[in-house]
């Protein structure tokens, strides 16, 4: 009997039990409440079984039971090992429910590692049941970060959106990720029929609670594509308010670019960046050479990427232009950028992964310059590539 009650009292729930004045103390025989719907039976035979012993094989498929029960009887050490054990199995599959659990348990490393996991995963690896089980507090938090890994353009930030509004809308439905974006869109188009007068989706009814995701969009390089902006006014999912706010942001920043010698950011401005910078990125399925640029009108800067022999090289065009309005001819320009590269496991796990921090980088015409030179260890390939880019100074108080 010592051997067992010693054995219970390493439980905080049972030692403060046997200790204080409750009535427990006294009883032979204690029935146990249990609170937590994720307890069950088997859960609280490991948790038992944990007290006799050191190390306990956990399932990731039993690990939320188990750190259910874990908390209740208050065993500290079975709840970092199922913390460890949710680090090390995060996947699309279990990252909804380790993220809420870890909330509910007060995990935070492990809520911590959940976010890392969906904003590097979320754009780049896609994923139907994903979208289904991300709920509007969680995906505001990924849309709304400076991290989020984004193929390759904004627009395609907002594409997603629609894409999971969707499906958070007809959460029965089970195509394919390819099938998706056409039976969104059409879903939608038949919504807009519905509604009297011209008002957007978001402004509806059923719209209306995905309003707090769709603010944190950044709208303003999303209508710099003139093929975007007008996918957007025909969806008419958006406000015309927010929509009008942004035209006028975006002409008077074209007007100073223009007008007024705005040769760029002038110091980082880390906060600025973070929550304004345009997100693009790229996937390089195979080593070889390649040279880009992401869509969009960057207030005359011509912006190309080249990846060749391990460099990663930015040049301002300013040569070959389609009219003569579309690139500044000023002798220098500036952008902060940040770059970021990263290789993933089968289950979205990051092997490597590389930063430039953010930089602000000066350009003549046509000049270019290598903002990364990898090493051998970091080409796992597909390479996945990253940018944070700001184009013009942070506007002034009164400039508009």
């Not at 937590?36 to 039993?62: H, M, T, W």
């Amino acid at each position: 009997w010592s051997y067992f009650f010693s054995s219970l009292t390493q439980s905080g729930y049972f030692s403060s039990m046997f200790s204080g004045c409750w009535k427990e103390s006294s009883m032979n025989v204690i029935e146990l409440e249990i609170p937590d719907q994720n307890i069950d039976i088997e859960a609280l035979q490991v948790a038992f079984g944990s007290l006799y012993r050191d190390d306990v094989l956990i399932k990731p498929s039993r690990v939320v039971a188990l750190l259910a029960a874990a908390c209740m009887l208050q065993l500290d050490g079975l709840i970092l090992q199922c913390g460890e054990t949710m680090k090390e199995t995060i996947n699309a599959k279990t990252v909804c429910s380790y993220y809420n659990s870890a909330g509910m348990y007060g995990l935070d490393s492990v809520k911590k590692k959940c976010l890392e996991w969906l904003l590097n995963n979320l754009m780049t690896h896609q994923s139907v049941e994903l979208f289904k089980e991300l709920s509007i507090n969680l995906m505001k938090q990924l849309i709304s970060s400076s991290n989020l890994f984004v193929m390759q353009v904004e627009m395609d930030v907002y594409t997603a959106l629609k894409k999971w509004m969707f499906l958070q809308l007809v959460p029965s439905w089970n195509g394919s990720l390819k099938q998706l974006l056409t039976e969104a869109d059409a879903w939608f188009a038949k919504r807009r029929k519905d509604f009297e007068g011209d008002i957007a989706f978001l402004e509806s009814e059923q719209g209306h609670v995905f309003l707090p995701v769709f603010t944190h969009l950044r709208l303003q390089y999303i209508i710099s594509d003139l093929a975007s902006a007008r996918i957007v006014e025909r969806d008419s999912l958006i406000p015309s308010e927010w929509l009008s706010s942004v035209y006028k942001q975006q002409w008077f920043a074209m007007l100073r670019a223009e007008q007024d010698s705005d040769i760029g950011p002038q110091e980082i401005n880390k906060e600025e960046l973070e929550a304004n910078s345009m997100r693009c990125g790229r996937k390089l399925a195979k080593d070889g050479d390649y040279c880009w640029r992401w869509t969009g009108f960057n207030f005359g800067f011509d912006l190309l990427v080249t990846y060749t022999n391990r460099y990663i090289i930015f040049k301002r065009n300013t040569l070959n232009q389609p009219c003569c309005g579309s690139v500044s001819l000023q002798p220098r320009r500036n952008i902060a950028f940040r770059l970021r590269l990263a290789s993933f496991d089968s289950s979205g796990k990051i092997i490597c992964s590389r930063t430039t921090g953010y930089r602000i980088l000066t350009l003549e015409k046509d000049q270019e310059e290598v903002v990364m030179n990898l090493d051998s260890r970091l080409l796992i390939f597909p390479l996945y590539i990253c940018c944070n880019f700001l184009y013009t100074s942070p506007e002034k108080k009164g400039d508009t």
